[in-house]
């Protein structure tokens, strides 16, 4: 299986609102991103989880939250979004360790959430 | 810092065609790993093809294929025998080699901006 989930697939929400992402994989990686992307516009990483633990946040505004409750779930949560914050939310997952001669690993996406802020 | 760039916002290639997709990018890292990525409309991003930095041959799969050229920091994509399928959004991307004691995970993709292919019947 090599294969991101996300749910849901299209989200309309309000500036008050509270709503969740979701992301699951089951891989076994114990990577897991969350990126932001606008129309025609390359993805913006916005949170890295190694090992269920928050190791990178690219200075992302308090309104978004990620969560990472196991190896396998990745949650993003959102509270008093701006219309500015409409995107497609792409989640990826990679191994966590490499070796020392190919010190890379693959990302693997998901298929988005579409996100609309109103 | 590390940049990429893609300088063909748009292209278009007719079937069975041979389309050339340009990257280059900016880094003092002399280990380091580049990709193409696709992402056809509406659905999810794919690796495409990566290249390692320190090896010279370059990557080929299938009808894709590399051209490295890591003294001018050039990375081009060769699509071969141009299909329907491979319309899509095409991002170049760069990521440093990493020590395996830091573990890789923390490494980031560094997209450029991107290429939209249409392939035209």
């Known amino acids: 299986d090599t294969e991101v989930t996300q749910t849901p697939k299209h989200l309309v929400m309000g500036m008050t609102n509270k709503k969740s992402l979701k992301c699951e994989q089951h891989?076994?990686?114990?990577?897991m991103y969350w990126y932001k992307q606008k129309a025609k516009k390359p993805p913006e990483l916005m949170f890295v989880?190694?090992?269920?633990?928050?190791?990178i946040n690219e200075s992302v505004p308090s309104r978004f939250s990620p969560e990472c409750p196991n190896s396998s779930l990745l949650n993003l949560h959102l509270h008093a979004l701006q219309p500015e914050d409409s995107a497609l939310y792409l989640c990826?997952?990679?191994?966590?360790?490499?070796?020392?001669?190919?010190?890379?690993?693959?990302?693997?996406f998901g298929p988005g959430t579409r996100l609309t802020v109103l | 810092a590390q940049t990429v760039t893609q300088s063909q916002p748009e292209m278009s290639v007719q079937e069975a065609e041979t389309v050339t997709l340009s990257c280059t990018y900016d880094?003092?890292?002399?280990?380091?790993?580049l990709f193409w990525y696709k992402q056809p409309p509406s659905r999810q991003m794919i690796l495409v093809i990566r290249?390692?930095?320190?090896?010279?041959q370059n990557a080929t799969e299938n009808r894709f294929s590399v051209n490295f050229q890591k003294a001018a920091k050039s990375f081009s994509l060769k699509i071969s025998d141009s299909q329907l399928g491979d319309t899509a959004m095409y991002f170049c991307?760069?990521?440093?080699?990493?020590?395996?004691?830091?573990?890789?995970?923390?490494?980031?993709?560094?997209f450029g901006t991107g290429t939209l292919l249409a392939v035209q019947p």
């Open positions: 990826a997952s990679s191994q966590a360790t490499g070796t020392s001669r190919t010190s890379y690993n693959e990302q693997f």
């Open positions: 991307a760069f990521m440093k080699h990493r020590e395996a004691r830091y573990g890789g995970a923390t490494n980031k993709l560094i």
């Open positions: 989880y190694s090992y269920e633990k928050l190791s």
């Open positions: 880094t003092s890292e002399s280990n380091y790993y």
């Open positions: 290249q390692e930095a320190y090896k010279q």
């Open positions: 891989m076994g990686h114990r990577a």
